[in-house]
């Protein structure tokens, strides 16, 4: 195969915005979709079935292939319907895109147990429950692709996205993981960062900002995450207003202290510890 074509990809969240630039750019390249989306408004309250069902309605109106699922990807039992109806369907899975999520902005000294949960569930959680039962599959036919929604928030942070933040930091450790443990399967996990108007950003950022930033730029880095030709695993793509780069940690050359040292110590050479001149890209220690 090449690109995507024959792929079977699930796509989460994949009733409008991001999601459903996903869902058709990969339709028209061949693939068979699962759109998943419960219907339900930002914050993750209610559902309805006419946002999948749309979406499906006009991939297959342009010859694609598509079916619809309405499954909340916040519990184990919705992931696992999710990966089902792609089973269901067309007998295999080989890519899923963690698209679905949520917003309860607030400042960190407002954020309520409930709004922190209620993200984290379908953001990380989220994650979790459909990879998680695509994974088996994905081992069995030694050919999967992982790629996940995360966010300038969890990588740099954002006023008061301290739960949405957190979210997406761990959707970005969970693939670092996936990456070593997929290697000798062939399955691939990478994370992109999207930056783009939709509904979850339309009081994030100026208009002036939102108007450059088409939805419609991402999907074709998701495509190559997703294809046949993509090597790449474990990197992390910002993508957005037809700017693409890579980011990654690095570290400093740092300091080797030879016995304990004191905190004074540790103050007077905190200079050097955090000099970035001539930093290298970052590695697990006892990896």
């Known amino acids: 195969m090449s690109g995507v074509e024959g792929r079977v990809v699930v796509v989460t969240g994949a009733g409008g915005g991001l999601g459903r630039e996903y869902a058709l750019l990969l339709a028209g390249s061949g693939a068979k979709v699962v759109v998943n989306d419960l219907g339900g408004a930002r914050d993750g ?3 309805a079935t006419t946002a999948a069902d749309a979406v499906v309605d006009e991939i297959r109106a ?12 916040a519990d184990e039992a919705g992931g696992a319907a999710v990966v089902q109806a792609a089973l269901d369907a067309y007998g295999r899975v080989d890519g899923v895109v963690a698209n679905a999520g949520i917003l309860r902005d607030g400042a960190f000294h407002k954020m309520t147990a409930e709004a922190w949960d209620a993200v984290l569930k379908v953001h990380l959680y989220g994650t979790y429950h459909v990879v998680r039962a695509a994974w088996p599959h994905f081992r069995e036919q030694r050919h999967g692709r992982v790629v996940v929604a995360g966010s300038t928030s969890g990588i740099y942070g954002n006023f008061g996205q301290s739960n949405y933040g957190a979210a997406k930091g761990g959707m970005i450790g969970l693939i670092h993981t996936l990456a070593i443990e997929g290697t000798k399967y062939g399955i691939l996990a990478n994370a992109i960062a999207p930056m783009a108007a939709t509904r979850m950003t339309a009081d994030v950022a100026p ?5 450059k930033l088409s939805p419609a730029q991402v999907a074709p880095v998701v495509g190559h995450l997703l294809s046949d030709e993509c090597t790449d695993s474990g990197s992390v793509v910002v993508v957005g207003g037809g700017q693409v780069h890579q980011v990654k940690q690095f570290m400093t050359k740092g300091v080797t202290f030879a016995e304990v040292p004191t905190l004074q110590q540790v103050t007077d050479r905190w200079s050097e510890i955090t000099d970035l001149s001539g930093a290298v890209p970052g590695v697990n220690p006892v990896g």
């Open 62 to 73: 342009a010859g694609g292939e598509a079916v619809p699922s309405y499954d909340s990807v």
């Open 207 to 211: 208009p002036e900002v939102l108007e």
């Open 45 to 47: 309250s209610g559902s």
